[in-house]
């Protein structure tokens, strides 16, 4: 209990005395995580649009594929990114193996699925006669596609929170990508692990809740976006 308590006050201090090093960690987090969240809003948004409102031959597969995406272990995707990007793999000559870019691009692989499963999902959910009224009154296809996204924003940010939620806590893939490295790519789960091998179990705690934080605020401010114009 007593280690708890430490954490906890480990955790205020560094934050009240904004400490470089885990300021800079904890930044390094919000943006790598945060634009691999959005490069999944952008992927997941467009194909799962076009997925839901579309008809094809193996449709039903390719659901079935984006759906077991959703659980894709980050160390599955950790390994398959590292060999895509070693010095030897397809893409290494790009030379992003241990690098802030390297997370992103795991995060992205990640984060991608939910988001995507999500908006099938919500679209899916749509009345089925809702296209047609809409192309009625005048809309074009554009118009429809984005009134659509409209009608199901509600849903559709809970899969970008969701999306967020799963990459901000990931460990596997940004150690595996990232390597860890002091100053350049470590980042707040990556952090505490170490931490926690070391036995300083304070400052991982005072690490987790700093994550924990941050992950409510980024949350909040998500929700508040969402809710603000729910409907009645």
Known sequence: MDVILEGFSKAFQLLASLDREVLG???????VSGLATLFSLVIGLSVGTLVALTSFPGKKILVSVVNTGMGLPPVVVGLFV????WRN????YLELL???TAIVIAQTVIATPIVMGVTIGAMQNLPANLRLQILALGATRVQMVWMLIKEARLPLMAGVMAG???VISEVGASIMVGGN???YTRVLTTATVMETGRGNFDMAIALSVILLLFCFAVNYILTYIQQRERPR
Not at 25 to 31: G, R, T
Not at 82 to 85: G, P, Q, R
């Open 181 to 183: 490295v002091r100053g």
């Open 164 to 166: 967020f939620g799963g």
């Open 89 to 92: 793999g397809p893409l290494g």
């Open 25 to 31: 960690i904890a930044l390094l987090s919000l943006k």
């Open 82 to 85: 590292s060999i895509m990007l």
């Open 98 to 100: 241990y690098t802030p």
